[in-house]
């Protein structure tokens, strides 16, 4: 747990640095406003929004966004990165297992890379941690809203899989239990140089794969992320 608490408590500058060069051929963006068709006032809520990765994709499309973070220091690095955007969304300091949000109220509800950090976090707990996020979720999507989650699939490999078993118990537990479908991205990282690639990862992914960056002279990293979705009922 400290590692990724330290990196998002103190580190979010060099974090926004690192995802500003993923997804190099724009996959997850198309698919995303694909599936979730962001615009004349659809209400979109992203949990765990970090520095806004995805506020700042649905935003511009003139989507009502609401982000909310658990880390103050992301959520800084939010607001500088909604400044600089031309668009605008709302920020709000809190839980993702208690919401301030109406039932009903959300077209659709996003929460990337944020739950499978649980299962390190809370080895023993993941289960009922997450669950309480979902129900949350799922609670405040109106019918036919859409869900909508993503999680790492590994960086660094040639071929998608979980980086752990607790995460590949997780993924299979989104889609048996709760009724997610999944689809597998191509996100690649890409950097300028070989050095950058080192300099811009290493603080959050290790030296394992800054001496594999080095060794295969990379400046695009190999990224897999999985997409899970779900669609309400009518009501």
Same mark, same amino acid.
């Given at each position: 747990? #400290?590692?990724?608490?330290? =990196?998002?408590?103190?580190?979010?500058?060099?974090?926004?640095?690192?995802?500003?060069?993923? @997804?190099?051929?724009?996959?997850?963006?198309?698919?995303?406003? @694909?599936l979730l068709q962001? &615009? &004349?006032?659809? *209400?979109?809520? @992203?949990?765990?929004?970090?520095?806004?990765?995805? $506020?700042?994709? /649905?935003a511009k499309e003139?989507?009502f966004v609401i982000?909310?973070?658990?880390?103050?220091?992301?959520?800084?690095?939010?607001?500088?990165? *909604?400044?600089?955007?031309?668009?605008?969304? #709302?920020?709000?300091?809190?839980?993702?297992?208690?919401?301030? =949000?109406?039932?009903?109220?959300? @077209?659709?509800?996003?929460?990337?890379?944020? +739950?499978?950090?649980?299962?390190?976090?809370?080895?023993?707990?993941?289960?009922?941690?997450?669950?309480?996020?979902?129900? #949350?979720?799922?609670?405040?999507? *109106?019918? +036919?809203?859409? +869900? +909508?989650?993503?999680?790492?699939?590994?960086?660094?490999? #040639?071929?998608? &899989? $979980?980086?752990? $078993?607790?995460?590949?118990?997780?993924?299979?537990?989104?889609?048996?239990?709760?009724?997610?479908?999944?689809?597998?991205?191509?996100?690649?990282?890409? /950097?300028?140089?070989?050095?950058?690639?080192?300099?811009?990862?290493?603080?959050?992914?290790?030296?394992?794969?800054?001496?594999?960056?080095?060794?295969?002279?990379?400046?695009?990293?190999?990224?897999?992320?999985?997409?899970?979705?779900?669609?309400? $009922?009518?009501?």
């Amino acid at each position: 747990m #400290e590692h990724f608490h330290r =990196i998002y408590t103190h580190d979010a500058v060099r974090y926004r640095q690192m995802i500003a060069a993923e @997804d190099a051929d724009g996959q997850l963006r198309a698919i995303l406003l @694909d599936l979730l068709q962001p &615009n &004349n006032g659809k *209400r979109i809520v @992203d949990l765990g929004t970090g520095t806004g990765r995805l $506020p700042s994709i /649905f935003a511009k499309e003139h989507a009502f966004v609401i982000g909310l973070d658990i880390h103050p220091a992301m959520l800084r690095q939010n607001q500088k990165v *909604r400044a600089a955007s031309g668009a605008d969304w #709302e920020l709000i300091l809190g839980d993702m297992s208690s919401l301030p =949000i109406p039932t009903g109220w959300a @077209d659709a509800v996003t929460a990337a890379w944020s +739950l499978g950090h649980f299962c390190g976090w809370y080895p023993h707990e993941w289960h009922a941690r997450i669950a309480s996020v979902l129900k #949350e979720m799922h609670r405040i999507a *109106r019918p +036919l809203g859409r +869900l +909508l989650i993503l999680e790492t699939l590994a960086t660094g490999a #040639e071929h998608p &899989n $979980p980086p752990t $078993p607790a995460l590949e118990a997780y993924y299979r537990w989104l889609e048996m239990e709760w009724g997610f479908e999944r689809r597998i991205l191509r996100t690649d990282y890409l /950097f300028a140089s070989v050095d950058e690639a080192v300099e811009r990862t290493a603080f959050f992914f290790g030296e394992a794969l800054a001496s594999t960056i080095r060794a295969k002279g990379w400046k695009r990293i190999p990224e897999w992320t999985g997409l899970w979705t779900k669609q309400m $009922p009518s009501g």
